[in-house]
């Protein structure tokens, strides 16, 4: 069914406009201040007189509610926002949906579910000519098949990830593709390298203010 990608406009002549409400929701976000961020988030979602703007805010609360451990709201979200998504034709937004449900199967230890999702989120990112999809497939791949090869392949992704994102300037990005290197690596056994890459995801978790992260690499270390 196709939607208008412009809708009524909901707000009031005198508020900030939804994409900066948006906008400072992800502020919001980097600096783990949840209540915050998703109050931007919300208005954002309910004000917006285009339905890219609805969808970004849904996805956006979907993360949220994700990392606070509520999977039925996150779901919730992301299912509003793949409609949305599909009834422009967007298929950025779609694999971007998909790679958030693929997280919401990992934190349920659906781990045939995460796989699918990462799957089809590759295979349109790769259609599109999308980088994110070079830094996603590996950890889909993993999963799929959980051998030495297949640790070394997520753990040289991690890897490959962590230099696009230094390159395009991506610092919570870097940060992630550290941790998640540091997880590998603890999967092998390979404790010294763990501790490595752990500490230097902390230390940049701890220059950007995201207090999350950086509990999460001191928890892993």
Not at 51 to 70: D, Y
Not at 111 to 119: C, H, L, Q
Not at 176 to 199: I, K, M, P, S
Request: proline share 2%.
């Amino acid at each position: 069914m196709w939607m208008p990608s412009s809708l009524p406009s909901r707000r009031k002549a005198d508020s900030p406009s939804p994409r900066v409400l948006y906008q400072l929701g992800h502020t919001c976000r980097l600096r783990d201040d949840f209540k915050e961020a998703q109050s931007s988030f919300t208005t954002a979602m309910t004000t917006a007189d285009d339905a890219a703007t609805t969808a970004r805010s849904l996805v956006a609360l979907g993360e949220i509610a994700r990392v606070q451990g509520q999977t039925d709201a996150s779901k919730g979200h992301l299912d509003e926002a793949a409609k949305l998504y599909s009834s422009m034709e967007n298929g950025l937004g779609r694999a971007n949906v998909l790679v958030e449900l693929g997280n919401i199967h990992l934190a349920r230890s659906q781990y045939d579910e995460a796989a699918a999702s990462f799957t089809r989120a590759r295979e349109i990112y790769a259609k599109l000519g999308d980088d994110n999809g070079q830094l996603l497939s590996p950890s889909s791949r993993g999963l799929l098949n959980q051998n030495d090869d297949a640790f070394l392949e997520v753990a040289e992704s991690y890897i490959r990830a962590r230099a696009t994102y230094a390159h395009t300037g991506d610092d919570l990005g870097g940060a992630n593709a550290l941790a998640g290197l540091g997880e590998v690596h603890y999967a092998r056994e390979q404790f010294a390298e763990a501790e490595t890459t752990q500490r230097q995801a902390e230390r940049v978790y701890a220059r950007i203010g995201n207090n999350l992260g950086r509990a999460n690499a001191l928890r892993g270390l």
